[in-house]
């Protein structure tokens, strides 16, 4: 990140100056490095109570919702999910502006585009609900949160692979052809693993087989990350893009 003297003749330069890939990086680790600390340190410190259920047989993983609910893990996750969000919104207001662009006088695009920006901001108040509301303190707000954030995020992908298989119609890049490639696969992936979550977790529920929520739970953390990995693809779609703040013309002050 570039910090640009601010003076009587500097103005009208930007104040800060940080490349989008730079806030790609910062967005997707912060949550990633979250998780993996608070899956270690439930794994190191509080084996017994993470791995807990109902059941009450052997597993051997805790679930995200377990990890993410006790002390100290509980204060990390706020703590990194907390940082995140603020530039995921950002995000998601780019992708806004760079398909409005793309789709300057097509309606069902346009339309196409407006919902995916819903969507991304319905993903991300989901997983701040489900994050500041622990499964142990209030269990049906943060299960509405859970949905809330696994369904926007479904839908997000979806309708994101949908607007860029029509980018893709048109002459792309090397790059973007990339990107919409893996944004494809990592959908599917991500839509795999959900289904195979969904089965263990109600086999687990169903028949209380030792080792089966172990299966849930890796699954979870495999959706987790993929979702995280469709969002890097930022990283991609702005390389050569930059976030700044500046102070507008002098004509454009109000």
Known sequence: MQQVPYGSV?????????????????????????????????????????????????????????????????????????????????????????YRGRFTSRLTEQLLSGLTFLLALSENVGLLLLTYVSSTETYSLHKSGFIVFIGSSLFHMLCTCKLWSMIANYSVSAEEMMSYRLKRRLFLFNCCFCLLALYFYRRHNNYCEAGIYSFFAGCEYLVVLSNMAFHMTAYLDFGGKEVMVATPPEGKRF
């Open 10 to 98: 500097d103005r009208d330069k930007p104040l800060i100056r940080v490349p989008f890939t730079q806030l790609a990086v910062i967005t997707v680790c912060l949550p990633l490095l979250g998780l993996i600390a608070c899956i270690v340190l439930a794994l190191l410190y509080h084996y017994n109570d993470a791995t807990y259920t109902h059941c009450q047989v052997p597993n051997y993983l805790p679930s995200i919702s377990a990890a993410i609910s006790l002390t100290p893990e509980r204060y990390i996750w706020r703590f990194s999910i907390g940082l995140h969000s603020a530039p995921r919104f950002l995000v998601a207001a780019a992708y806004f502006s760079f």
